[in-house]
């Protein structure tokens, strides 16, 4: 266990927890503001990788564009599903919300497999960092898992300065703590979950166009996603400091269990943590505990 091994372990480690964080933010950024989780998140994250894919090989823009737009697409995709899909059956029983957005992500893998070279092959999304090296001494790290900490990481800053300082964001903030009493002050609660479906989708496809450099893009990548709802309630469900921290100790984890533990550990790390957590905090790292008297 070479020293140099053990960081360019950690740093794989933290760009696919990066990966983990952005997708389980997506899953409490719509949880906080429409109490609804979206179990096709990971499909979210598969379309905006294949959208990515096709701007580039098929349209021929560069990566950067494409990944954008792609962004954009499902964002937009994301608003129109809470307006479609969602908003009909508000005020049901939580299962048919549940079930909805079930069958939601059936039907997204299912759209994208009948699209001729789509669905029936695994493609690879080339950056301009593919195949480069940053090597300093003895440890080599790859350009890709230095570009997704760094695209991370500036997606986060935005955020923050998007929630903390505009009125959309403190806005979207007002309605996840009270949707009531922010009607009451004006605030456009239906818009406020249009925005937050949109946010959300939209960091799902990021989470995916970073996901597709480092693996590759084919129709079931999005059970890679799901591995952010372990990390969602790792850090404690509808905190988002606790999503992004439960995103990279996953992510850590199974970086190192795939090296250095025997194969398949990598696959149960996760939940087998999970539920260590759990059992100690049952609110998460991040959450909070909340007790009924009855």
Same mark, same amino acid.
């Given at each position: 266990?070479?020293?140099?091994?053990?960081?360019?372990?950690?740093?794989?480690?933290?760009?696919?927890?990066? !990966?983990?964080?952005?997708?389980?933010?997506?899953?409490?950024?719509?949880?906080?503001?429409?109490?609804? !989780?979206?179990?096709?998140?990971?499909?979210?994250?598969?379309?905006?990788?294949?959208?990515?894919? %096709?701007?580039?090989?098929?349209?021929?823009?560069?990566?950067?564009?494409? +990944?954008?737009? %792609?962004?954009? +697409?499902?964002?937009?995709?994301?608003?129109?599903?809470?307006?479609?899909?969602?908003?009909? !059956?508000?005020?049901?029983?939580?299962?048919?919300?549940?079930?909805?957005?079930?069958?939601?992500?059936?039907?997204?893998?299912?759209?994208?497999?009948?699209?001729?070279?789509?669905?029936?092959?695994?493609?690879?999304?080339?950056? @301009?960092?593919?195949?480069?090296?940053?090597?300093?001494?003895?440890?080599?790290?790859?350009?890709?898992?230095?570009?997704?900490?760094?695209?991370?990481? =500036?997606?986060?800053?935005?955020?923050?300065?998007?929630?903390?300082?505009?009125?959309?964001?403190?806005?979207?903030?007002?309605?996840?703590?009270?949707?009531?009493?922010?009607?009451?002050?004006?605030?456009?609660?239906?818009?406020?979950?249009?925005?937050?479906?949109?946010?959300?989708?939209?960091?799902?496809?990021?989470?995916?166009?970073?996901?597709?450099?480092?693996?590759?893009?084919?129709?079931?990548?999005?059970?890679?996603?799901?591995?952010?709802?372990?990390?969602?309630?790792?850090?404690?469900?509808?905190? !988002?400091?606790?999503?992004?921290?439960?995103?990279?100790?996953?992510?850590?984890?199974?970086?190192?269990?795939?090296?250095? =533990?025997?194969?398949?550990?990598?696959?149960?790390?996760?939940? %087998?943590?999970?539920?260590?957590?759990?059992?100690?905090? @049952?609110?998460?790292?991040?959450?909070?505990?909340?007790?009924?008297?009855?």
């Amino acid at each position: 266990m070479s020293g140099a091994a053990v960081i360019q372990t950690l740093v794989g480690g933290l760009a696919t927890g990066c !990966i983990y964080s952005l997708a389980a933010l997506g899953f409490v950024l719509i949880y906080k503001a429409t109490e609804v !989780i979206n179990f096709a998140q990971g499909e979210l994250m598969m379309v905006g990788a294949f959208a990515a894919l %096709a701007l580039k090989e098929l349209v021929g823009l560069p990566f950067w564009l494409a +990944a954008l737009l %792609a962004v954009g +697409a499902v964002a937009i995709a994301g608003a129109a599903i809470n307006r479609l899909v969602l908003r009909p !059956i508000i005020g049901e029983q939580p299962f048919a919300i549940v079930m909805a957005t079930i069958g939601l992500g059936y039907l997204l893998r299912s759209a994208v497999a009948l699209v001729p070279g789509w669905g029936t092959d695994t493609h690879a999304l080339d950056t @301009p960092f593919t195949g480069k090296i940053v090597r300093v001494g003895e440890i080599a790290i790859a350009q890709d898992n230095l570009m997704v900490i760094v695209a991370a990481v =500036l997606t986060v800053s935005v955020l923050y300065v998007f929630f903390q300082f505009t009125r959309a964001g403190v806005a979207m903030q007002a309605v996840s703590q009270n949707q009531l009493a922010a009607s009451f002050v004006g605030i456009r609660v239906r818009v406020m979950f249009s925005a937050a479906w949109a946010l959300g989708a939209g960091i799902a496809a990021l989470a995916g166009v970073l996901l597709a450099p480092l693996t590759f893009v084919y129709v079931n990548m999005g059970f890679i996603g799901l591995k952010a709802l372990p990390a969602a309630v790792l850090g404690g469900f509808g905190s !988002i400091p606790g999503a992004l921290i439960g995103g990279l100790v996953i992510g850590v984890t199974e970086a190192y269990a795939a090296r250095y =533990l025997p194969d398949g550990v990598q696959d149960s790390v996760a939940y %087998a943590l999970l539920l260590i957590v759990l059992l100690v905090r @049952p609110q998460g790292l991040f959450g909070v505990s909340l007790k009924k008297r009855v």
